[in-house]
């Protein structure tokens, strides 16, 4: 039975395998040396280069596109969670005015389809001054990080006891004091899942990040990688070393941080 | 109201305003002047700028380019969150009863839903190579994927439902952690078969979540855009050209914003009716607990 069992999860991990295949073959064709991309078989090369790692690090604009994307996500990351927690704070807890109406007009704004904002944001940015830069991006990446994050930390706020803070308040402390040394501790784990799918949605974005940028000042990783230029041909070995790159950071959060993700993704779900 | 509620309510109102100042620029504001930009003639490169009426929707009821990108986007979204649901579920069932390397598991699965859509779109290209794509190699066939407009869509559709699978798998799967072991092994106590155990425990259970999975992803496939842009940009033959692809090309490539903007409000139109759908289903599931 036990024997069973083993061979069981042995065998669920090997076809999960089998599912991230795409992953892994992209990860090995970034190490093929050239003259072997086009051949197949042999499925597995005979030596391994980083060569496509330095043209794409030495002589493409990948570098640059990292640091769009990372700033972009980054500062996108801030803005969702310094505007979202007093947001989700009064939502979760103060008696607002029109609470449940608010709570659909956040729902109904993560599903604007990007497609029928992009020429009105399009027309702002450029009267603005703002195309091409970081700002034009983090406002268009704000638009679904805020509520999204708005809405997790309020679910994750009202799973919070309220009688943990009116304690604190019985015990003298003010109202301020009693949520940074109360409410803030016990959320963290949310504040982390939040930002972490605030960062990630970013990261990933490419319609906005496609159309409002024209040059490497502010083209992010999606954008870049999309873009990839090839003189003659396609060169995939390069294109599979900066899709690698680009997969980075998801794939830290990914392994590092798995129960957050896990937890943001399914509170955006099926809370409320 | 005494002067605490009162004062509560004022904070309330305070904490929220820079959220609500933020969507009224960015999502909003947008979302109302699509509307209006919909009715009208815009072709900034002319300087062109002049009231269309609902002329641009005219157009399109007769327009066969547009309908075949309202086939393509139904064809594209039902069969992929059909296949995300099926699929998900058999994941979900398999890992529900995983002991061993279950973090490995989740970081395998999680992976693909994580990564760029651009990613995917690259690792899929590559993998549908013609002469060193793996997926041909597999097969020991010559297929031209992204090149046949027989094969374009199913090849779009399974990077698609590569990619978003995970999602559906995760919800599922907290949902059968929550399922007493009990329920199960009362039902095989009484006799019933695996098959039959599932079919008439386990699938009830899950059907809140599974309809809760397939609204968020026919939502998202509704409005799915890089993964057919990156991989095929429409083609070939505009086989794979959704309603979004249509709507990014009349904005940005025949540069004319008005028509553009009403095919993007029909994306839009759709979303927004799929959404009152999750709305409606919520909130009548809440008038019965």
Redesign the interface.
């Known amino acids: 039975m036990r024997r069973a069992g083993l061979a069981r999860d042995a065998l669920v991990l090997v076809a999960l395998t089998a599912y991230a295949a795409p992953f892994f073959w992209q990860l090995l064709t970034s190490f093929k040396p050239e003259a072997d991309l086009l051949r197949l078989p042999p499925l597995l090369p005979a030596r391994l280069t980083l060569a496509h790692y330095r043209v794409v690090l030495e002589q493409s604009l990948m570098p640059q596109a990292l640091g769009n994307s990372l700033g972009v996500a980054a500062a996108t990351t801030l803005l969702a969670l310094g505007a979202g927690l007093p947001a989700a704070y009064a939502i979760a807890r103060l008696p607002v005015p029109g609470r449940r109406a608010l709570l659909l007009a956040l729902v109904a704004s993560t599903a604007f389809p990007q497609i029928a904002t992009v020429s009105p944001l399009y027309l702002l940015l450029r009267a603005l001054r703002l195309r091409d830069t970081w700002t034009a991006l983090v406002l268009a990446h704000t638009s679904f990080a805020l509520p999204l994050t708005v809405w997790l930390l309020a679910g994750f706020i009202r799973e919070i006891p309220r009688a943990l803070e009116e304690s604190a308040a019985v015990d003298g402390a003010s109202r301020a004091q009693a949520l940074r040394s109360v409410l803030l501790p016990l959320l963290a784990p949310g504040l982390a899942s939040a930002g972490l799918l605030a960062f990630l949605s970013s990261w990933n974005e490419f319609l906005f990040a496609y159309t409002f940028t024209a040059s490497e000042a502010s083209r992010t990783v999606p954008v870049a990688l999309a873009l990839f230029p090839g003189v003659f041909e396609v060169p995939w070995g390069d294109i599979a070393a900066a899709s690698m790159l680009a997969s980075l950071p998801p794939l830290l959060i990914v392994v590092a941080l798995q129960r957050a993700l896990v937890r943001g993704l399914l509170a955006g779900a099926v809370k409320e | 109201m005494t002067p605490r509620?009162r004062a509560?309510?004022r904070?309330?109102?305070l904490?929220?305003a820079?959220?609500?100042a933020?969507?009224g620029?960015?999502?909003?504001?947008?979302?109302a002047?699509?509307l209006w930009?919909s009715l009208q003639h815009r072709i900034p490169v002319f300087g062109v700028e002049r009231f269309a009426g609902v002329s641009h929707y005219a157009f399109l009821a007769g327009d066969p380019r547009f309908w075949s990108a309202v086939w393509t986007t139904a064809v594209f979204t039902a069969s992929s969150v059909t296949l995300e649901l099926v699929l998900g579920v058999l994941?979900a069932l398999?890992?529900a009863?995983?002991?061993?390397?279950r973090?490995?598991?989740?970081?395998?699965?999680?992976?693909?839903w994580?990564?760029?859509?651009?990613?995917?779109?690259?690792?899929?290209e590559?993998?549908y190579?013609p002469?060193?794509?793996?997926l041909n190699?597999l097969l020991g066939a010559r297929l031209n994927w992204l090149g046949d407009p027989g094969l374009a869509l199913p090849a779009v559709v399974l990077a698609d439902v590569?990619r978003t699978l995970p999602?559906v798998a995760?919800?599922a799967y907290?949902r059968l952690l929550a399922i007493p072991a009990e329920l199960v092994e009362a039902a095989q106590v009484d006799g019933a078969g695996r098959a039959a155990t599932f079919r008439h425990v386990t699938l009830p259970l899950l059907r809140r979540?599974l309809a809760?999975?397939a609204l968020?992803r026919t939502?998202d496939a509704?409005?799915a855009?890089?993964i057919m842009?990156?991989l095929t940009g429409g083609g070939p033959a505009g086989t794979t050209e959704t309603?979004?692809v249509y709507?990014?090309r009349g904005?940005?490539q025949m540069l004319q914003?008005g028509f553009?903007?009403a095919v993007?409000?029909v994306?839009?139109a759709l979303?927004?009716t799929?959404?009152w759908a999750?709305?409606r289903l919520?909130s009548a599931e809440e008038s019965r607990a």
């Open positions: 509620e509560d309510r904070r309330g109102l904490l929220l820079p959220t609500l933020i969507l620029v960015v999502t909003v504001y947008p979302g002047w699509v930009l994941v398999a890992l009863g995983q002991r061993r390397g973090h490995l598991a989740f970081s395998l699965l999680l992976l693909a994580a990564m760029p859509a651009v990613v995917t779109a690259k690792l899929f590559w993998l190579h002469a060193a794509g793996l190699f590569w999602f995760v919800l907290a979540i809760i999975a968020f939502l509704l409005r855009f890089d842009f990156v309603l979004t709507a990014y904005l940005f914003l553009g903007s993007g409000v994306v839009f979303v927004m799929v959404a999750y709305v919520l």
